[in-house]
């Protein structure tokens, strides 16, 4: 049998000949004149070919070559799991007011099988509001997916899911892992793993759903609805929706749960804008705007530890060195193709090196106890609002510490720029009603 379970609700070739598969399908075929893969429903070009004469599919190639000699094979979804008759839920922690009743929310609209949206500002623990609503979904018998864009969410979110839900069969799902895959009831994986499901799930959590590249990805949004059983329903988590999302909560087109207040109560750090006149020049030049030098040796001295949020990846080492010159020493550079990413997030966290410089890699997914955040250049088009957010987003998270600064400085301001802005004053406005403070 276990080798039959690999192809429960999934589209994959077969290593071998197993003769209760059946047929299979091509995983290359003509449609018309043209060639369409049958895992990621992409079209192949014309010039798509090996040398042999096969098609083969470009488009999702990292998961392993698929041509028109290969033939993929599924088994309909059985949910066949053990279920426990003791509780699932295993988290021992509480939810704050706020958060239980956004928990009853989407259990509310999970049992009445609604596709729903969480809105909950960063901070807000949203991971824990959604554990009763799993621990129902798990009980019936659902087979659930919790996915997400980000590789370091499903990292973060694996341990934790795991913890709170210890007699059920989990796997980890992402790209450059080492571990088989299993049959389980419950997979945390990256939205570019679901193209290798089909009709899996009955309920598919989508985390960061605004988070590139899923926002921009008709390949990974088809994705997740092929992995969705027909008779399933899904669950966007975001703190910041896209424009897209937005226009739907205005129309009342999805389901919408919002939470504008974080766990410990108070409210979100602002959004504070500086002027620094060409800062792109001067840095150019090897310089910083002078009130930027100000703000973080004032922290240096004060012991505070802070995150300079940089556009590019190419500003990192001129950041560097111009901080070096200011006397502004002991932190290190780190972005996305950073292999010690994880261990220079680790040290700060530590408290043994002072700062980070980053690139925009650190926008979410990462919570450091107390916190100043510093944007240089919240003009350049690489931050959008949802990023900005996102990035004030890093201050005041701990109860702690739930006084934050975030200081952002640029050119001009920027539309972008005042949309977060307005984002963050609004959804404060919407905490003040439900409670929150200033800390
Ligand atoms: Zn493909």
Request: charged share 20%; hydrophobic share 40%.
């Amino acid at each position: 049998m276990n080798e039959l379970s690999e192809f429960f609700g999934r589209r994959i070739p077969a290593k071998a000949a197993i003769p209760q598969l059946g047929a299979g399908m091509l995983a290359v075929q003509p449609v018309g004149q043209r060639y369409r893969c049958q895992r990621c429903q992409q079209w192949l070009a014309p010039t798509d070919r090996l040398p042999n004469g096969a098609w083969y599919c470009r488009q999702c190639l990292e998961m392993g070559r698929l041509t028109s000699q290969t033939k993929l094979y599924t088994i309909p979804e059985p949910n066949r799991f053990a279920i426990p008759a003791e509780p699932m839920l295993t988290w021992t922690g509480t939810l704050s007011d706020n958060q239980q009743r956004a928990a009853d929310a989407v259990l509310h609209l999970v049992q009445r099988r609604q596709n729903q949206l969480l809105w909950a500002v960063t901070g807000a623990g949203k991971t824990e509001i959604v554990y009763p609503a799993l621990a129902w979904a798990l009980a019936r018998g659902w087979r659930v997916a919790w996915v997400s864009p980000r590789v370091d969410v499903c990292l973060e979110l694996a341990p934790r899911i795991q913890q709170a839900f210890r007699t059920t069969s989990q796997c980890l799902l992402y790209g450059e892992q080492s571990i088989p895959y299993a049959y389980s009831q419950l997979t945390v994986c990256t939205t570019h793993q679901l193209l290798r499901f089909e009709r899996a799930f009955d309920w598919i959590i989508v985390d960061e759903v605004d988070a590139f590249p899923l926002a921009t990805s008709p390949l990974l949004q088809g994705a997740i609805t092929r992995a969705e059983k027909t008779t399933g329903q899904h669950l966007y988590l975001t703190a910041t929706p896209g424009e897209a999302l937005q226009r739907q909560i205005r129309r009342h087109t999805v389901a919408t749960t919002y939470l504008p207040l974080r766990y410990h109560g108070f409210l979100l750090p602002r959004l504070r804008v500086r002027l620094a006149w060409r800062w792109r020049e001067a840095l150019a030049k090897h310089r910083l705007p002078p009130a930027l030098i100000r703000r973080l040796r004032a922290y240096r001295q004060a012991g505070q530890r802070f995150l300079l949020f940089v556009p590019h990846v190419r500003d990192l080492t001129t950041v560097m060195a111009a901080l070096r010159q200011a006397d502004i020493c002991g932190g290190v550079g780190v972005h996305a193709a950073d292999e010690q990413r994880t261990a220079k997030v680790q040290a700060l966290r530590e408290q043994r090196v002072p700062f980070l410089v980053t690139t925009t890699i650190l926008e979410r997914g990462v919570t450091f106890p107390n916190i100043a955040v510093v944007i240089l250049g919240g003009d350049d088009g690489v931050f959008s609002t949802a990023a900005l957010v996102q990035i004030a987003g890093r201050a005041g998270r701990s109860a702690d510490f739930p006084k934050g600064e975030v200081t952002c400085y640029v050119q001009s301001q920027t539309r972008t720029v005042r949309q977060a802005q307005r984002m963050i004053d609004q959804l404060n406005r919407q905490g003040k009603q439900r409670g929150g403070r200033w800390p």
